[in-house]
């Protein structure tokens, strides 16, 4: 899988307020569908390769592989 674009959000909504800033990707998966996801760890890059990390709230992490 790999990271296919990134943004970083500063003004998140209320629910989210207390982890911004955080990072959010769409990753590209290896059938080439895309899904949208957060950021486990170190910050990604587009056309990184990497890793479901986990799953919360319905909501995928992703980190470096």
């Known amino acids: 899988m790999t990271v296919y674009t990134e943004t970083v959000v500063h003004l998140a909504p209320p629910a989210f307020a207390d982890e911004a800033p955080y990072q959010v990707v769409i990753v590209t998966r290896d059938d080439n ?3 949208t996801g957060r950021v486990e760890g170190e910050h990604l890059h ?8 986990s799953v ?5 992490y992703f980190r470096k592989a």
């Open 46 to 53: 587009i056309g990184d390769t990497v890793v479901e990390a």
């Open 33 to 35: 569908t895309r899904v």
């Open 56 to 60: 919360l709230d319905g909501v995928p």
